[in-house]
């Protein structure tokens, strides 16, 4: 045999043909040569080191199809059920509106006696009136005669700038509303001021609408405001056709009407504008 046989011999193993019993195939791996530790996992179902069996770990997908539709099932109306006893809860102890009062049946057939709540969940009582802010003026025209101008409806002036407009200003939303609520929290019911706040309020309330009818040209071509008086008309909100407070609610419109205010002659148009000149500058 020569060398080129002999390599060849001794590289096949026991099984092979030509190989040579005894080779190192033959034996177990050297060391160090087998997966690091830690590398992976044991199968599941191996003996723990210490002789136990480790158990499956349960899973919903483990479940045939019709288990796991029933169990979806369950789960849903366990949801569905746990929202709608929060909602009557909520609805029970919220302060009275439409909705509780269209359904006051059903929440304290839900509620009681079982559910009852002896506790109430506080919360403003939304405003139920419409307020509007007129103004009507004494104007001295040109030719040195005097008249009284019609009423003019500065919030719905200021609603029909707002409406349709993606970015009104905040003088048109708020402006007007403010003024006229710091006016009533100011005075008493007979509209006489209540200290210092109260003549502010006069002032600023003043100043605004005398620059609104401006704007509407209320005194004419070389007119001047002499005075003016501001009244509020306050209507009811109309409750829903099914409601029973059809016949509680009136419908005619209430009135606040101010007494004459005198503007100065530096409240006037030109003194207006003058003041906020000075003030910018």
């Known amino acids: 045999m020569d060398a080129y046989e002999a390599g060849s ?3 096949h193993g026991r099984d092979e043909p030509g190989g040579v019993e005894g080779s190192p195939l033959d034996g177990p791996p050297p060391p160090g040569s087998g997966p690091p530790e830690g590398d992976s996992a044991p199968p599941l179902g191996t003996p723990a080191p210490d002789g136990s069996q480790e158990a499956p770990r ?5 479940l045939s199809l019709p288990y796991q539709i029933g169990a979806a099932l369950a789960l849903a109306v366990v949801a569905v059920a746990a929202c709608a006893h929060l909602g009557m809860v909520f609805l029970h102890v919220a302060p009275s509106n439409t909705v509780t009062k269209q359904h006051a049946r059903t929440i304290d057939d839900w509620i009681y006696p079982e559910f009852e709540q002896n506790w109430k969940l506080f919360a403003p009582n939304p ?5 509007a802010v007129e103004v009507r003026a004494d104007v001295r025209t040109a030719d040195g005669g005097a008249r009284t101008t019609a ?3 500065l919030s719905a002036l200021d609603g029909e700038a707002i409406h349709g407009n993606p970015v009104p200003s905040h003088t ?3 402006e007007l509303r403010r003024a006229w609520d710091f006016l009533v929290a100011s005075h008493d019911a007979q509209n006489r001021p209540s200290g210092l706040r109260g003549a502010l309020a006069e002032e600023y309330l003043r100043r605004i609408v005398v620059l609104r009818l401006d704007r509407e040209d209320a005194a004419g071509p070389g007119g001047t405001i002499d005075r003016v008086q501001v009244r509020s008309r306050s209507t009811n909100v109309r409750p829903p056709e099914w409601s029973q407070e059809q016949a509680q609610v009136p419908e005619k419109p209430m ?3 101010l007494p004459w205010w005198p503007v100065p002659d530096g409240e006037t148009v030109a003194g207006v504008a003058d003041g906020a000149e000075a003030d910018g500058s």
């Open 9 to 11: 011999d001794a590289r």
């Open 58 to 62: 349960p899973s919903l997908a483990a």
């Open 127 to 131: 405003l139920q009136q419409n307020i």
């Open 151 to 153: 009423w003019y409806d």
């Open 172 to 174: 048109q939303q708020n």
């Open 255 to 257: 009135y606040r009407v």
